[in-house]
């Protein structure tokens, strides 16, 4: 939050902002001698032979001092007054401009070979310089403050993004750890310490990956595939070989991205949603389309009595792909197929 607060100056003033200044400054100028440029031949043949050098020289201070002068109020307005009040401003940039006025009258007076400081051009001249780098200060003031407005915006729509998905995350690990422990006490019953103890460590590995993963927001394919063998060997060895998985995807595809965790709530509700028994084997499919999606498809064989859930997991991961990768997931259920097709992106 901290950098969205930082004050944004205008992209041409940001680095070099001073040597920009007086190159902005040596070509604003240009113009508003411009009168003086098109009148200094005529000057030349009017103040005589005697004069001509001074009025050279005088010709060149002039330029430098409206430079100077033009530089110094942009650098006021831009890079030291930042205040919203528009008559402020323009106080500033008056009493800048009204001393300039006063310097130049005096080196006029002092150098000039003609008497022009109540020329009516000079008047105009300095009127045009102090309209022009006090609103020019202005405009670029606003656009700041503008960009520093929407970067602030911009960096709270992400902080809201982030706790949302922490929230959504957290969902996952009190429901799947519930259900490892359901099934965790089904092989205690069981007495069979080798496929407890095969459980357990597999357990171990996945939970491994979850605590690990509010640490990560997208991973490869390849990571979530591994996390997922180690979770089919659990479910298999809690469902008697009942409940099989096949994953078909190319070494190749593996580097594609992928929310952490996207998985293990379409596995879950394989065992939630469905009878899986000896006259109704599981097989799990996970592989990629033509579209570049990963799909998650398995057979229906409905429970008798419907499970007590409130669809929270597939809410859930459809929430975070939004968030994450601005997609969405589809899913298709024909009775006798369900499927959930899932971007991906690449990295």
């Known amino acids: ?155 709270l729509k992400l902080e809201n993004l982030q706790s949302r998905y922490d929230a959504l995350t957290q969902q996952i690990n009190p429901h799947f750890f519930f259900n490892s422990l359901t099934g965790l006490t089904s092989l205690i019953r069981k007495k069979n310490e080798e496929n407890t103890l095969a459980y357990v460590s597999k357990l171990s590995d996945v939970f491994r990956y979850i605590l690990q993963s509010d640490k990560k927001v997208l991973v490869t394919l390849g990571e979530e595939l591994e996390f997922v063998r180690a979770f089919s060997y659990m479910m298999e060895v809690r469902f008697a070989n009942k409940l099989g998985y096949n994953i078909e995807v190319p070494a190749e595809k593996r580097d594609l991205k992928i929310p952490v965790l996207s998985l293990l709530p379409l596995l879950e509700n394989v065992v939630v949603h469905n009878t899986i028994d000896s006259d109704h084997k599981m097989e799990v499919k996970i592989w990629l389309n033509e579209d570049t999606e990963l799909v998650i498809s398995c057979p229906v064989y409905p429970k008798l009595i419907p499970p007590d859930t409130n669809g929270t997991g597939l809410k859930n991961l459809e929430s975070r792909f939004s968030l994450l990768m601005n997609k969405k997931i589809r899913v298709e259920n024909d009775g006798n197929l369900f499927s959930v097709y899932l971007p991906l992106k690449i990295d």
Request: include cysteine; glycine fraction near 2%.
């Open 1 to 155: 939050m901290d950098k969205a607060k930082e004050v944004i100056k205008f992209d041409f003033f940001d680095k070099y902002s001073p040597y920009k200044l007086l190159l902005v400054s040596l070509i604003s100028s240009v113009f508003f001698i411009y009168p003086n440029i098109t009148m200094f031949s005529m000057e030349r043949e009017y103040l005589g032979e005697e004069k001509q050098t001074v009025h050279l020289l005088y010709f060149i201070f002039r330029y430098l001092y409206f430079s100077a002068f033009i530089w110094i109020l942009l650098r006021h307005n831009i890079l030291k007054l930042k205040i919203n009040s528009v008559s402020r401003r323009w106080g500033h940039s008056f009493i800048i401009t009204f001393v300039a006025y006063l310097v130049y009258v005096g080196f006029s007076i002092t150098l000039s070979p003609k008497h022009e400081w109540l020329s009516s051009i000079m008047l105009f001249q300095f009127l045009i310089m102090f309209i022009y780098c006090t609103l020019l200060g202005h405009v670029i003031h606003l656009y700041s403050d503008q960009r520093q407005k929407e970067q602030e915006i911009e960096h």
